[in-house]
């Protein structure tokens, strides 16, 4: 069974940054894709970024320069450093792993619950 455990959500003001942070338990963060994803009241849940078999990120580009996605091997948890926050990044960010290329949500089989994230002032 895979697990997928979220933190480091909360509410910052724009500029601030927030650390996000994927426990990742039943499978090896650095195998397959994964990804963080988000999804606002009334949208769509949303790509941010994701990494394939511990290669090079991917960032959707309204987060490129801004969001790092990373993870550490040794403690087996994928990590989102978002920087620049603006409020429009407001939404509840979900960890998910797939396998391969993963372009698509419907490609990934497993998820957290989420962390929300709250960008005002």
């Known amino acids: 069974q895979v697990y997928l455990v979220e933190s480091g959500g909360g509410s910052?003001?724009?500029?601030g940054s927030l650390s996000l942070s994927c426990a990742?338990?039943?499978r090896d963060v650095s195998r397959g894709c994964m990804g963080w994803f988000r999804q606002a009241p009334g949208k769509e849940r949303e790509w941010v970024a994701n990494i394939l078999n511990g290669g090079s990120p991917h960032y959707n580009n309204s987060v490129k320069g801004r969001f790092t996605i990373s993870q550490d091997s040794a403690e087996n948890t994928l990590h989102l450093q978002m920087n620049s926050l603006k409020p429009e990044d407001t939404a509840k960010y979900y960890c998910a792993a797939g396998w391969?290329?993963?372009p698509d949500k419907?490609?990934?089989?497993?998820?957290?619950?989420?962390?929300?994230v709250t960008?005002?002032?």
């Not at 419907?106 to 929300?116: E, F, P």
């Open 12 to 15: 910052v003001q724009p500029g």
């Open 106 to 116: 419907t490609d990934y089989n497993d998820w957290g619950q989420g962390t929300q």
């Open 24 to 26: 990742v338990s039943g």
């Open 100 to 102: 391969g290329w993963c």
């Open 119 to 121: 960008v005002s002032s």
